[in-house]
């Protein structure tokens, strides 16, 4: 029995030792199980060995228990018995059999730690000559604070999981959460799962405030009622095309007046208003129109003031198309006849002023206003009549009186986003439909936010700027267009708190907005993918070289003519992509993503589907309802805001229907909407 043990583990040492040479390969990145198997490998022959000796003793004294002792079971005796014996003198010439096992022993012991070396010699020997690129050890982003355990996930936002998830299987798998003070860029397909593998779970999981850009609603749906009772948020939801159910967000509320900053607020707002549209440069026409919109917001603003309430774009559109009387008579008040009577008012203009701007105004009349006014009528009647029809195209979204009520009334501040007494919560809730004709009051709003809580020149590196730290989710932002501030505003409005999550479709949708050389990706310290289109041929090759290269043996093995059995082998170093092109569409299918972070080695990660998992489910509407719509400041009773069905359009949402097929549940038509 024991000669049958001791052959059965050689052979198992020195076929694991033969199997890790043959698939050095596939194993190399695992060197530290290779010594451990390599130095245990070499303590097991040693044992044996002395193993072997004892048994050889003990089988000469015919196991007798006055020199040999007792075996520890059976028939087989300690290891140590040779050292035992090898102090007694008078026996010492019969320890000559166990002393040629041991010899034995101790060659073979030498012979497997000579293949240990070998084996790691190898390893070493040009493994890199062609590439050093590799997949991620779970250690190295453990030890970077990148994965998290269920379930005291850390603050952050969730991109995957190291393995796929079945029931109960979540307490052996680590979370992948980036809590970076750096950006994140997602390429991923329509229907891909990102939002209910990143911007849903990360919702439920994110502790600052957000502004997210929310495509049909869902992520309103699903987590504001979580951000809301539990996180103790305040939940804001801007939905333009909603009659009932959307705060109002006024463009114009963001204008300092009576600083220094008031031409400056307006002509961002004209700027983005006369944009030209993608891949087009601004023209005498574009100009003119902004400068004539900088006039019209300052004059709006103030006369409203004056009237105690806030302006509007709306206004300008009813000064436009007044039908009271002519244009050109307007045009001669706006010079002549004063916004206000405030003497601290029009004290604060002298001193914004210089005295040749407001050399000839009259007191109480606006130097900028009246200025574009006199600009205005020294035009000739065709050119100030094209003018004021390229302003007018401009502004047709603000005649429709569904966009024209949310965007009156100031139902909350950009700056609260970051210093409200609380955290906020904010949804821009838009169809797909709708995008394009959205476009410049979304493009407005995310300027308004970046420009208001990250200023470039007050950033002070090492301080705390505002009271909350703000995530801004921007999925489908590349449906937008060009947003200019953002690309240059990636690069320093993390010293702000700020973090943002960009999502497209495709990497070609970024390159027609932003050009071949944009910044986008340089500022974007993670980028996570998933599996392309078929048709998207780009996207994967853009991967592939991200991933860059490897270096891999190459086994040849040739037969010199007219001989029999007689074969050359060689082997050398070559290249290769950590992942074709084609690989990345096989191998990330439909439940990987592949996860990049500067400065580390990638992961291939495991999608989230949120409503697989109890732990994110019991956070949902389910459990915490959806809020009703509300803002941050008080509206007069006429203007209260009445809230629409969303639980109808709740059950129209993908990731509803298919919450339910997951639980095969009935349905959820008796549960009442929660009202705040």
């Known amino acids: 029995m024991f000669y049958l043990i001791f052959s059965i583990i050689l052979i198992i040492i020195f076929s694991l030792v033969y199997y890790v040479s043959e698939n050095f390969e596939e194993i190399k990145d695992k060197l530290s199980i290779v010594r451990f198997i390599g130095v245990t490998f070499a303590f097991l022959i040693l044992i044996m060995t002395y193993f072997w000796g004892s048994q050889k003793i003990a089988i000469h004294y015919r196991y007798n228990p006055e020199i040999v002792g007792e075996p520890i079971f059976h028939n087989l005796y300690s290891p140590f018995l040779i050292l035992k014996l090898a102090f007694i003198p008078n026996i010492k010439k019969i320890l000559y059999i166990s002393t040629v096992m041991r010899k034995i022993g101790l060659f073979l012991n030498i012979i497997s730690i000579l293949m240990l070396v070998i084996l790691l010699k190898r390893s070493k020997v040009k493994e890199d000559s062609h590439g050093t690129a590799r997949w991620a050890k779970l250690n190295e982003w453990k030890k970077a604070g990148l994965l998290s355990d269920y379930p005291k996930y850390t603050d952050g936002v969730i991109l995957g999981r190291t393995g796929e998830y079945k029931k109960g299987s979540l307490s052996k798998l680590k979370t992948i959460i980036d809590n970076l003070k750096t950006h994140i860029a997602v390429v991923a397909p329509t229907r891909s799962g990102k939002g209910v593998g990143i911007i849903i779970p990360t919702l439920l999981n994110w502790l600052g405030s957000i502004f997210v850009f929310d495509m049909k609603g869902e992520n309103y749906a699903f987590t504001a009622g979580y951000r809301m009772k539990v996180l103790g948020q305040k939940i804001l939801k801007f939905r333009p095309y909603s009659f009932d159910g959307s705060v109002s967000y006024n463009p114009l509320a963001e204008v300092e007046l009576e600083t220094v900053k008031e031409v400056k607020g307006a002509t961002v707002i004209a700027d983005i208003l006369t944009d030209p549209g993608e891949n087009k440069q601004r023209d005498h026409w574009a100009n003119s129109a902004s400068s004539l919109l900088v006039g019209l917001i300052l004059y709006v603003l103030y006369k409203a003031k004056n009237e105690g309430r806030m302006g509007s774009i709306g206004d300008i559109v009813d000064f436009l198309t007044d039908t009271s009387r002519p244009l050109d ?170 973090k943002a999550v960009i999502i497209a479709q495709a990497l070609n949708q970024i390159r027609k907005n932003y050009g071949d050389k944009s910044s986008i990706f340089d500022n974007c310290a993670t980028t996570v993918f998933y599996a392309p289109t078929p048709l998207d041929s780009e996207t994967p090759r853009q991967i592939s070289e991200l991933l860059g290269d490897t270096t891999i043996k190459v086994r040849n093995k040739s037969w010199k003519a007219y001989s029999l059995g007689q074969a050359n082998l060689s082997e050398s170093n070559q290249v290769r992509k950590l992942l074709t092109p084609e690989e990345v569409r096989n191998k990330l299918g439909d439940k990987r993503n592949i996860i990049s972070i500067a400065g580390m080695y990638p992961l291939m990660a495991y999608k989230i589907r949120f409503y697989e998992e109890e732990y994110f489910k019991t956070k949902t509407f389910r459990t915490y309802g959806i809020p009703k719509v509300s803002g941050i400041y008080e509206r007069p009773p006429e203007d209260e805001i009445i809230d629409g069905k969303v639980l109808e359009e709740l059950q129209d949402m993908e990731a509803y229907k298919e919450m339910i097929r997951m639980e095969n549940l009935e349905d959820y038509d008796d549960y009442e909407e929660e009202v705040v």
Request: glycine share 4%; hydrophobic share 45%; with cysteine.
């Open 329 to 498: 008579d307007a045009w001669q008040d706006l010079m002549t006849i004063p916004l206000t009577s405030d003497l601290e008012c029009i004290k604060s203009w002298k001193k914004i002023y210089s005295k040749q701007q407001m050399s000839g105004i009259p007191d109480g009349v606006h130097p900028v206003v009246a200025r574009t006014a006199a600009e205005m009528l020294n035009k000739g009647p065709k050119e100030r009549a094209s003018v004021i029809s390229s302003v007018m195209s401009k502004l047709t979204l603000f005649k429709d009186p569904i966009i024209r009520k949310n965007t009156t009334n100031v139902d909350f501040r950009i700056k609260d986003l970051m210093d409200y007494e609380t955290p906020v919560s904010f949804y821009v809730v838009v169809e797909s439909q709708d995008m394009a004709t959205l476009a410049p009051l979304l493009k407005m709003l995310l300027t308004q936010v970046i420009g208001v809580l990250a200023p470039e020149m007050d950033f002070e590196s090492g301080e705390e700027v505002h009271k909350h730290k703000l995530l801004l989710m921007l999925d489908e932002f590349a449906a937008f267009g060009t947003i200019p501030i953002l690309e240059k505003a990636l690069a320093y409005i993390a010293g702000y708190g700020m």
